[in-house]
């Protein structure tokens, strides 16, 4: 007997229904061991740190400091313990009056198999003798000399002598770092020795205090000792040099800064090929454009950086005046001062250059040949404008301030140039806009609407064509001390 057939029709639609649910959960189930074993293969940060931390180094700086000539600041002056204190000192062979060693820890890294190291300026600065130990090491110490130093961005380079090539690691590209990406610091905190620590990229292109200032914002553990040491990304590359924290009470409350990896390695190129920084000076004073100054001065948006002043320099050679705003600088459009400074200072020494500035509601290119910061600084002339006729002052209240014509007697009393121009500020209205974008009695006004003014009738031309042409502020140039900046003031309705 042959078997009963069973239909097809029945069969068919249950099985694939159940292939297709079980492929359905062996794909989700794949899905989901998939992270986990990414997760489980990058628990440990162990293999990285074996990699890379023979590379990094500590850093002990000694320097001589002088002894006290005195008890000063063990007893104070007149107090009846001061004779005892200066006893003492005398029994202990006056130890106390003699010149003592004092020792600083830092963390560094080398960059090179032939003994160059990264630190930080602070660490090294002043320092009289510079050892340098290695880890995992036999406690040897190896005497290091300094090639060159940055103070504008912290940077030191030192070089030490091996009988063999030493290990060292590479720079990364910071600006590939995104936040949230994972971060490795290494180093030396509070002398405890070598030390790992692990975050991530909290924020980019954080800005302290210096004109060059690029920092990567992690929130990695860095103490005091760390500054210096080197902050790795998971492919083991340098992305940052680790230089400050913010913290209310000196230990690390996960706000650390380490100097970005690309403008590191522009400063230890020029410190080993010169021994000094060698950066690109333009020779202009600038301020940003904020949204009532682009309103002033007619621009389409507030980008760009105002020339306040053009002293003698390479801008001035090239045809740059104060009023232009600088648009484009070597192809690259200026979104700001701060980007303006260090693409320039970025710029080879020598190099032309083209410049687009806008001038009176038009693009004009200049090509200006870059000068030296370093040689610049310090040398910038005051600007002299030949004197004008003495006259009686007349004073008028106008846009919130008491202006007064410049008298010999005033330019004395203010400090400033004899034969400066323009307006004093005498007093400033303190429920005004002017008081609140920071004039002040003492402030010279030497240009209003991009037009010199050395009289009051020359501010009030200026009101009324601005007012004329329909502009809701007046831009103003104002000096104090001799400091050009730019003001917008809103013009009475």
Not at 91 to 120: H, K, Q
Not at 290 to 302: F, I, K, P, W, Y
Not at 394 to 421: F, N, P
Request: glycine share 10%; aromatic share 4%.
């Amino acid at each position: 007997m042959q078997p009963k057939a069973v239909p097809t029709s029945i069969i068919s639609p249950i099985t694939v229904q159940m292939r297709l649910l079980l492929l359905a959960v062996l794909t989700l189930a794949f899905m989901l061991v998939q992270p986990l074993s990414a997760v489980a293969q990058q628990s440990s940060l162990a293999p990285l740190a074996e990699k890379i931390s023979p590379s990094v180094v500590n850093i002990t700086t000694s320097t001589v400091v002088a002894g006290r000539t005195g008890p000063q600041g063990i007893a104070p002056e007149g107090s009846p313990f001061e004779d005892f204190f200066r006893e003492f000192q005398d029994r202990n062979n006056g130890d106390g009056n003699r010149p003592r060693r004092s020792s600083a820890l830092g963390s560094g890294f080398v960059i090179s198999e032939d003994g160059y190291v990264v630190t930080n300026n602070h660490v090294i600065e002043g320092a009289d003798e510079i050892m340098i130990e290695f880890y995992p090491g036999d406690g040897e110490l190896m005497k290091a000399e300094v090639i060159g130093t940055d103070p504008n961005t912290d940077i030191a380079l030192l070089k030490v002598e091996a009988d063999g090539p030493l290990p060292f690691v590479s720079f990364g590209d910071s600006d590939i770092a995104r936040v949230g990406d994972w971060v490795v610091a290494m180093g030396n905190p509070l002398g405890q020795g070598f030390s790992v620590s692990a975050g991530i990229v909290s924020a980019r292109n954080r800005a302290l205090s210096g004109t060059y200032d690029d920092y990567i914002q992690t929130d990695a553990a860095i103490n005091r000792g760390n500054s210096g040491g080197p902050l790795f990304n998971m492919d083991g590359e340098v992305i940052g040099v680790n230089t400050a924290i913010l913290s209310p009470n000196g230990g690390s409350i996960g706000i650390g800064f380490s100097m970005a990896s690309n403008v590191v390695t522009r400063v230890v190129d020029q410190l080993k090929e010169f021994g000094e920084t060698r950066r690109g000076w333009l020779g202009v004073r600038i301020q940003d454009v904020t949204e009532d100054v682009a309103e002033a001065m007619g621009l389409a948006s507030a980008s760009g950086a105002l020339v306040t002043d053009v002293p003698e320099g390479p801008a001035k050679e090239a045809g740059m005046e104060a009023g232009d705003v600088i648009m484009s600088f070597a192809g690259n459009e200026v979104a700001d001062t701060r980007g303006l400074v260090r693409t320039v200072g970025n710029s080879p020494v020598g190099e032309t250059v083209r410049v687009v500035v806008m001038r009176d509601g038009k693009s004009v290119t200049l090509r200006v040949t870059l000068g030296r910061r370093e040689e610049a600084e310090g040398a910038v002339p005051a600007v002299a404008t030949a004197p004008d006729e003495d006259q009686d002052p007349v004073t008028k209240d106008l846009l919130g301030l008491t202006l007064t014509s410049l008298t010999d007697e005033l330019r004395q009393e203010l400090g400033t140039d004899a034969g400066a121009q323009g307006l004093a500020v005498t007093a400033v209205d303190e429920t005004s806009e002017a008081f609140e974008k920071g004039l002040r009695a003492g402030d010279i006004i030497t240009e209003a609407g991009q037009q010199k003014v050395t009289s009051i009738s020359d501010l009030e031309k200026r009101v009324e064509a601005a007012e004329e042409a329909g502009r809701k502020s007046l831009l103003l140039l104002v000096r104090r001390a001799g400091d050009p900046r730019f003001v917008a003031l809103s013009l009475a309705e």
